[in-house]
């Protein structure tokens, strides 16, 4: 039985590969053989030669920047997941103060949005146009 399994297995991995293999080369070969591969600027970026294609590598403000995004979007997934597990909860008291915890969050970020939003209208909007006025009356 474990031999069968196998064989359904390599026999499935090795169409897979096949298919994969001929997708390849035809997405090679719809490729104009007079076409020009793009131009990379050469100034202080590495690159490499990987079969016939040059392939740049990342500077390191790019790894940086990868990273932090990286880094970033796994956090937001451990958060999302984990809030996702309290507010689910069997205990009803846990449930309770991760709604409590949800809802002041909220609130928080809904606060400071609409008091950068307020000083931002006041600063641009009236301070900017009574200041614009006041020099209008002058000049």
Known sequence: MAIDNRQKLSHFVNGFLDRNKLLLELSFDEVPKHASAP????????TRTVNHLSE?????????????????LLAFMVVGAGLLYLLNYPDEQVQNYAIKLVSVVFSIFAAVLLEKFQLNFVKRDLILVALHEHVAEKG
């Open 39 to 46: 131009q990379i600027p050469q100034g202080n970026v590495k």
């Open 56 to 72: 740049r590598q990342a500077s390191a403000s790019e790894k940086i920047v990868g990273r932090t995004i990286a880094s970033l």
